[in-house]
């Protein structure tokens, strides 16, 4: 059994059961819900609010191994469920909207770092939003096992006035792989220049 916790910038998780195994099977899940606007009229109306998720792979150099998103859906070690471009629109059904499955057994040898990272399309701010956030569990897209931590976005004023963030990465150290959260909001919402963002600061 493990509990989950909500991330705070800056802190560091072991990737441990109780009993002392490694969690292997990761899954990166995206909740997030369209935003209401007021009808000219009177009553109200939904703007479907498309967020990416994306992970950027790379080795000991930080030279980029390998990147998957929306348009490319796997990589060794990785699957993406693929895009989803409203959200919630219905309101928040508990479900995530987008998936990334990381096996760390499955990665290539050479990887040393996987970055997580969430982008706005069509440049919302995340203050707009009226829900979104970011669960890490044991599972698959399909399964959750055993959700072991939680980023709210939406409730979170240092991402108001941001279009994108770096969530965290998963990192090798010592031959075990670790979480590190980074919480970075950014200006960026295009992914090239997100993925470019990482990479210069060096993460």
């Excluded at 931590?149 to 108001?160: G, P, V, W």
């Excluded at 970075?184 to 997100?194: D, G, Y």
Aim: net charge negative; aromatic share 8%; with cysteine.
């Amino acid at each position: 059994m493990i509990v989950a916790i909500n991330l705070q910038k800056g802190q560091r998780i072991n990737l441990e059961k109780d009993n002392g195994s490694k969690l292997n099977d990761i899954c990166i899940g995206v909740n997030w819900g369209a935003i209401e606007k007021k009808g000219f009229f009177g009553g109200s109306k939904k703007e479907a609010v498309d967020l990416d998720a994306s992970v950027a792979v790379f080795d000991a150099q930080k030279k980029l191994i390998s990147l998957v998103y929306f348009g490319e859906l796997t990589a060794p070690g990785i699957r993406h469920s693929g895009d989803d471009r409203t959200g919630d629109v219905d309101g928040d059904d508990g479900l995530d909207n987008e998936v990334i499955q990381v096996k760390l057994s499955e990665l290539p040898k050479t990887a040393e770092q996987v970055v997580v990272v969430l982008n706005s399309y069509k440049g919302h701010d995340f203050k707009v939003i009226p829900f979104a956030s970011i669960r890490l569990y044991e599972g698959t897209p399909s399964r959750v096992d055993s959700e072991f931590a939680r980023y709210d976005l939406a409730n979170d004023a240092t991402f108001h006035g941001s279009k994108g963030m770096i969530l965290g990465k998963f990192y090798l150290k010592g031959g075990e792989w670790k979480f590190a959260t980074i919480g970075a909001p950014v200006s960026e919402h295009r992914l090239e220049a997100l993925v470019q963002r990482v990479v210069a600061e060096q993460l």
